[in-house]
Structures are given as structure tokens and as C-alpha cells.
T-cell receptor, first 113, second 114 residues
Framework: DQQVKQNSPSLSVQEGRISILNCDYT??????FLWYKKYPAEGPTFLIS?????DKNEDGRFTVFLNKSAKHLSLHIVPSQPGDSAVYFC????????????FGQGTTLQVKP | NAGVTQTPKFQVLKTGQSMTLQCAQD?????MSWYRQDPGMGLRLIHY???????DQGEVPNGYNVSRSTTEDFPLRLLSAAPSQTSVYFC?????????????FGDGTRLSIL
């Protein structure tokens, strides 16, 4: 039972354009959502998060949007850069400050120069 | 500042062997956890600890033991390795288990069980 799903295994975008990575979830008890970025042979690195009581959070080129009614969140990267090429994981935490991250399968982003 | 350090980076074991994956953090974080990453499945929580002396099971705990005798260290033990435990293992830590505290990951241990 996959509670967090990233249905697109890969995405290819031209440098300078917008990258949109999508994530769907099924559990209404999630209270925080996070995006992690992972390069080969390295651990995931925290990128940006959003509380379930908000619908948007922005940090520089990265913006996360949350649509609770659709149980959907997305990560927008504008403008995309070749260094953004990595695997992006969506993750969620169940309310109650458990610290337990539930990860999606990941989406591989390739930004072409 | 080293962050989260995992050793070894690579290991090959034979079925039935035991080993300990080491994890240490120097950020004085209370919360530590272990995940495994398998192809097409993202990361799954094995065990976690909210502080020294306290551990609990995650989503996939079978075949693994943990202990937390100090704040800094959180070793993961495989008592009798099985091929199904071939995976990449990540250790993570955060200031607390509060939802707004992002977790910091080590660079992983790639483990192969023959």
C-alpha cells in the first residue's frame, strides 16, 4: 500500500525552463510534506517542506504547492539548471511528531543544457 | 562539521553472516533513524530512536536490530544476513522528531548479500 506516490519515474527539461515534479498521497493524517534531492552515491538532501495548513511555500527557485482536496503536491523549479539533475523524492510525515518519513518512489530529473 | 557519517560505504556478505552498519552524527541530534532504499520503492523506515536508550520499529524491521547507547551513535545490526537484505542503507538524524525538523542523511552503505 503506497501512501505516497510519484507516478513519473523520469522528467527531462531544457535549461532555463520550468520543472514540475508531482506527488500524490492517500493518508489524510500527514501533517508535513518534504522534498529531498539525491545525487548518485550520496544521501538525500533536504530541499523544501510545507505544512499541511499551507498551500504554498517558496525558497528561491523552488516552490512547493499543496492541494489538500486533491491530495496532491508539486515541486516547481524555475529556472531549471543542469546542476538540478538528480533524483527527487517526495516524503510525508504522519501527524503526532513521530518523525517517521514516508517516501515516494522518486523522479529522476534531467536538465539539458 | 561532518554531519552524519556512515561506515562502511560498501560491503559484501555471504548468507548467514552477521555485521553491523555504523552511523554517527556530530550535531547533537536526538532523533536518529535507519532507512533502506530498493529499486522502484523509495526509502523505507527500518528502526528509529527518539533519544539515547529509546528505540522503536519502523515499517520494515524484521531481520534488523538497533541500540542507542549514546546520542551520537545508532548502529544497525544484521544478525543473519539474507539475500533480501541486499539494499542501500541510509542513516538520518534530526534535532527532534517534530514534523518541522528536516532530517539529515548520511551517504549510505551499499550492502550485497550473496
Amino acid at each position: 500500500d503506497q501512501q505516497v506516490k510519484q507516478n513519473s519515474p523520469s522528467l527531462s527539461v531544457q535549461e532555463g525552463r520550468i520543472s514540475i515534479l508531482n506527488c500524490d498521497y492517500t493518508n489524510s493524517m500527514f501533517d508535513y510534506f518534504l522534498w529531498y534531492k539525491k545525487y548518485p552515491a550520496e544521501g538525500p538532501t533536504f530541499l523544501i517542506s510545507i505544512s499541511s495548513i499551507k498551500d504554498k511555500n517558496e525558497d528561491g527557485r523552488f516552490t512547493v504547492f499543496l492541494n489538500k482536496s486533491a491530495k496532491h503536491l508539486s515541486l516547481h523549479i524555475v529556472p531549471s539548471q543542469p546542476g538540478d539533475s538528480a533524483v527527487y523524492f517526495c516524503a510525508a510525515i504522519i501527524s503526532g511528531n513521530t518523525g517517521k518519513l514516508i517516501f515516494g518512489q522518486g523522479t529522476t530529473l534531467q536538465v539539458k543544457p | 562539521n561532518a554531519g552524519v557519517t556512515q561506515t562502511p560505504k560498501f560491503q559484501v556478505l555471504k548468507t548467514g553472516q552477521s555485521m553491523t552498519l555504523q552511523c554517527a552524527q556530530d550535531m547533537n541530534h536526538e532523533y536518529m533513524s535507519w532507512y533502506r532504499q530498493d529499486p522502484g520503492m523509495g526509502l523505507r523506515l527500518i528502526h528509529y530512536s527518539v533519544g539515547a536508550g529509546i528505540t522503536d520499529q519502523g515499517e520494515v524491521p524484521n531481520g534488523y536490530n538497533v541500540s542507542r547507547s549514546t546520542t551520537e551513535d545508532f548502529p544497525l545490526r544484521l544478525l543473519s544476513a539474507a539475500p533480501s537484505q541486499t539494499s542501500v542503507y541510509f542513516c538520518a538524524s534530526s534535532y527532534s522528531q517534530n514534523s518541522n525538523q528536516p532530517q539529515h542523511f548520511g551517504d549510505g552503505t551499499r550492502l550485497s548479500i550473496l
